[in-house]
């Protein structure tokens, strides 16, 4: 897999729905098109959460996956 690598990172740790996309929402607004952003947390309805969220929102979600407890996202502004 290819290493992707952030413009931002947010870490959501220990923050529970709908923080962690509120979060997102505000820091991705602050981005150019075409940034990355990474989102760290431990909210398991994250896994459902951002991929709906960037649907929503015309953002592309590039990959994720669970690492030791935590959920890792890596989302492209879309434009």
Do not use: H
């Not at 290819?2 to 413009?7: G, K, N, V």
């Not at 607004?29 to 649907?55: H, N, R, W």
């Amino acid at each position: 897999m290819t290493q992707l690598t952030a413009d931002v990172t947010l870490d959501c740790t220990g923050l529970a729905c709908p923080l962690p996309i509120l979060k997102l929402s505000k820091a991705i607004a602050g981005m150019q098109p075409g940034q990355i952003i990474e989102l760290i947390g431990t909210d398991s309805g994250s896994k459902d959460d951002v991929p709906a969220f960037c649907q929503r929102t015309n953002n592309t979600l590039l990959a994720s996956r669970e690492e030791g407890g935590r959920f890792i996202f890596y989302v492209k502004k879309g434009l």
